[in-house]
T-cell receptor, first 115, second 109 residues
Framework: EAQVTQNPRYLITVTGKKLTVTCSQN?????MSWYRQDPGLGLRQIYY???????DKGDVPEGYKVSRKEKRNFPLILESPSPNQTSLYFC??????????????FGPGTRLLVL | ELKVEQNPLFLSMQEGKNYTIYCNYS?????LYWYRQDPGKSLESLFV?????AVKQEGRLMASLDTKARLSTLHITAAVHDLSATYFC?????????FGAGTRLTVKP
């Protein structure tokens, strides 16, 4: 089944403890991105990647890191999480972003609570 | 900086009625997307609008794009309960996606 998977789905952690949220897609998509969703703010893009080894900042990159060493994986790293990073995180992928009729396919989401 | 504004943010409507959700954006873009999100779920793509005057329809939903006015609309015809969800528009700004805050739609019998 074609899908975007995220792990973990739920995570409770403490301030300053490094964590990684994994994202994997099995559709051979070139474009991947990370968003956070907060009430009343919609989704805000954190980072995106046009292809392997190519990443760019989105709207709210502060406090986050990403890497794209393989086409299928795009992990989100919080080196020193803070309570203001408590949020619902979505990973998404697209065959080739910017091409006609292409849309993004979203993962199930990761709910993060930083105490 | 690209800003995307949706209105209304909350919409309660009766089954069988028609209504329109509006999405305004602040800078030039030729790609606009509509997504649906059910409570506790992920986002599902509804429409991709790529050019001025583009109109797409799926069931009771119809989306349109006016790039000159920087406005997209999502029109709901004869609403049914199954359409209850949050609807987001999103604009592509050179690969940097900006989403509206979402419109939470509730359809009542």
């Amino acid at each position: 089944e074609a899908q975007v998977t995220q792990n973990p789905r739920y995570l409770i952690t403490v301030t300053g403890k490094k964590l990684t949220v994994t994202c994997s897609q099995n559709m051979n998509h070139e474009y991947m991105s990370w968003y956070r969703q907060d009430p009343g703010l919609g989704l805000r893009q954190i980072y995106y990647s046009m292809n392997v080894e190519v990443t760019d900042k989105g709207d709210v990159p502060e406090g986050y890191k990403v890497s794209r060493k393989e086409k299928r994986n795009f992990p989100l790293i919080l080196e020193s999480p803070s309570p203001n990073q408590t949020s619902l995180y979505f990973c998404a992928s697209s065959p080739r972003w910017g091409q006609v009729e292409e849309t993004q396919y979203f993962g199930p989401g990761t709910r993060l609570l930083v105490l | 900086e690209l800003k995307v504004e949706q209105n209304p943010l909350f919409l309660s409507m009766q089954e069988g009625k028609n209504y329109t959700i509006y999405c305004n954006y602040s800078t030039t873009s030729d790609r606009l997307y509509w997504y649906r999100q059910d409570p506790g779920k992920s986002l599902e793509s509804l429409f991709v609008l790529l050019s001025n005057g583009a109109v797409k329809q799926e069931g009771r939903l119809m989306a349109s794009l006016d790039t000159k006015a920087r406005l997209s609309t999502l029109h709901i015809t004869a609403a049914v309960h199954d359409l209850s969800a949050t609807y987001f528009c999103a604009v592509d700004n050179n690969n940097d996606m900006r989403f509206g805050a979402g419109t939470r739609l509730t359809v009542k019998p």
